[in-house]
């Protein structure tokens, strides 16, 4: 029998991540020709709590193989019967392609979480805020922006989303629906260029500080969260940088988190160098790709693997996600994890290598 689910002051019951997973798919909605959002419901009825702006970590059978991927929910927490998660199709990869072409209603998917910490709900309380996404990025501010309007909240928000043309800005008819409805949210568009069938009158070409500035005058004084890809957030870090914004207002989250901050390098590197005779160095094999790496007891697998050439499957590399969990087939491993791993896979012998560090000679099923 199943475990007796948390039970919420409303009467429902909760989705509790530690033992529901299920999702089944309840609808695919077309938002731009290369976007597309999914609608899940639990299999067992429940409620969803979250932040808006949390992520969930979902597992893909995809060709055999299991694949993890991070989506943010940009639905609201408002409206807690479903979730959806909005997907754009990336060039070649396996999951999002798969999402587009193969994944219908009906279907079911596991999931892990949510997760994350980019919400203005768990940032220090401001009158005034500016989002600002690029692409795909809007999610987490359109979970943002949908739970402040559907609660009427007097929130000063100020959307800047950017796109490559007017067919590809996601969510537009909502976001100006809200703006309409909502004195308090404004949306601002820019996009590089007309689209086939629709000429772009609007603010045209990248966020610059002339643009920003056009768009969002009072810039200085809010709060500002960022998404999109790497180089837009770099440039819009740059202007805001450049104008002497203050920096402990300015969140962004990272949909590719491949990339170690250099810092975050450094310190991988000052761990391996820290090498002597006190430090025990252990052989890590991968069992499927027949690998096999040194890795010295305090740095993590995944860094050993990467300082060896080896690419794995990784996004956070905090012990969040869950996306490089593998499968550990022997050897004893130290692992300090965030929370993006259940206890009962750890029973399974499931390991994050991210955050795991070895205490034996380990054999990973990878
Ligand atoms: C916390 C978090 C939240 C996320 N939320 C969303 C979301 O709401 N919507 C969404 O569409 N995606 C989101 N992502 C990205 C998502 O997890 C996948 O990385 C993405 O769907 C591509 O997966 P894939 O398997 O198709 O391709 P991958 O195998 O991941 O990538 C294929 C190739 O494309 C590159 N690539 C991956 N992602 C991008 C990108 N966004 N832009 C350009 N190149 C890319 C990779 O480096 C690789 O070269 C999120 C990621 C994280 C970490
Ligand atoms: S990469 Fe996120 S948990 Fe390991």
Redesign the pocket.
């Known amino acids: 029998m199943d475990p007796q689910p948390a039970s919420s002051p409303t009467g429902f019951y909760e989705w509790n991540p530690n033992e529901d997973d299920v999702l089944i798919c309840r609808a695919v909605r077309e938002e731009t020709p290369d976007?597309k959002t999914f609608v899940f419901a639990p299999r067992k009825g429940r409620h969803f709590t979250y932040q808006p702006g949390q992520?969930l970590t979902f597992e893909?059978e995809i060709s055999g193989e299991t694949?993890y991927?991070?989506?943010?929910?940009?639905s609201t927490p408002t409206r807690p019967d479903t979730v959806s998660?909005?997907?754009?199709?990336?060039?070649?990869?396996?999951?999002?392609?798969?999402?587009h072409d193969q994944f219908r209603p009906g279907m079911m998917l596991r999931a892990t979480g949510p997760?994350?910490d980019?919400s203005w709900t768990v940032k220090p309380t401001q009158p005034k805020y500016l989002l600002i996404s690029g692409?795909?990025?809007?999610?987490?501010m359109m979970s943002m922006t949908r739970s402040a309007f559907d609660l009427a909240e007097i929130r000063d928000t100020l959307f800047v989303h950017a796109a490559r043309s007017p067919a590809d800005l996601i969510f537009r008819d909502e976001l100006d629906f809200m703006a309409r409805r909502n004195r308090s949210i404004r949306v601002g568009y820019i996009c590089e260029g007309d689209s086939p069938h629709e000429a772009w009158s609007g603010l045209r070409g990248r966020l610059t500080h002339g643009a920003l500035t056009a768009l969002a005058p009072d810039f200085m004084d809010r709060v500002v969260f960022v998404c999109g890809?790497?180089p837009f957030m770099a440039a819009v870090h740059a202007v805001l940088a450049a104008a002497g914004f203050d920096m402990s207002r300015y969140f962004q989250?990272?949909?590719?988190?491949?990339d170690l901050s250099p810092a975050e390098q450094e310190a991988v590197e000052e761990a391996a160098d820290e090498l002597s005779t006190d430090i025990t160095t252990y052989r890590i094999e991968f069992a499927k790709t027949r690998r096999v790496v040194d890795c010295p007891e305090n740095i993590t697998i995944l860094d050993a693997a990467r300082r060896a050439g080896i690419r794995l499957?990784s996004?956070?590399t905090k012990g969040l996600?869950g996306?490089c969990k593998s499968r550990k087939v022997s050897g004893d491993v130290e692992m300090s994890h965030q929370g993006g791993i259940r206890q009962r896979e750890v029973d399974q012998g499931m390991i994050l290598i991210c955050c795991s560090r070895p205490r034996s000679d380990v054999v990973i099923d990878r």
């Not at 998660?85 to 999402?99: D, E, F, M, Q």
């Not at 989250?253 to 491949?258: A, D, G, V, Y």
Request: hydrophobic letters at 40%.
């Open positions: 976007v992520f893909f694949i991927r991070c989506y943010t929910i940009s998660i909005t997907v754009k199709r990336v060039a070649g990869g396996p999951v999002s392609n798969w999402l997760m994350g980019f692409g795909s990025g809007i999610t987490p890809p790497a989250e990272s949909f590719r988190f491949e499957p996004s956070c996600c996306t």
